[in-house]
Nanobody, 117 residues
Framework: QVHVVESGGGSVQAGGSLRLSCAASGSIPSIALMGWYRQVPGNQRELVATATSRGSLNYADSVKGRFTISRDNAKNTVYLQMNSLKPEDTAIYYC???????????WGKGTLVTVSS
């Protein structure tokens, strides 16, 4: 079983920064993909950024140039540095972990990010 825990959410004014962290624990030989998604109540969950074990990064167009995803493979941890935050970034942010390509997804419980104007 894999346990995923996010931290680092909070409230910030527009233009500010936050850093989210996500740690995966359990029976983990390696992690193919780690990423961040976000969801506003009533809307679908959307991709924010992902990072593969080989270092390939992918970002949603809405966060390119403002958010940076990074991984520490030795610690099974992924980070999301969020700069120049906008009110529309307000959402619950979820960490996703996939051990193997085509394997099961594991999700954290989410951390709330609120950006005020």
């Amino acid at each position: 079983q894999v346990h995923v825990v996010e931290s680092g959410g909070g409230s910030v004014q527009a233009g500010g920064s936050l850093r989210l962290s996500c740690a995966a624990s359990g029976s983990i030989p390696s992690i193919a993909l780690m990423g961040w998604y976000r969801q506003v109540p009533g809307n679908q969950r959307e991709l924010v950024a992902t990072a593969t074990s080989r270092g390939s990064l992918n970002y949603a167009d809405s966060v390119k140039g403002r958010f940076t995803i990074s991984r520490d493979n030795a610690k099974n941890t992924v980070y999301l540095q969020m700069n120049s935050l906008k009110p529309e970034d307000t959402a619950i942010y979820y960490c996703n972990v996939r051990l193997t390509w085509g394997g099961d997804d594991y999700w954290g419980k989410g951390t709330l990010v609120t950006v005020s104007s």
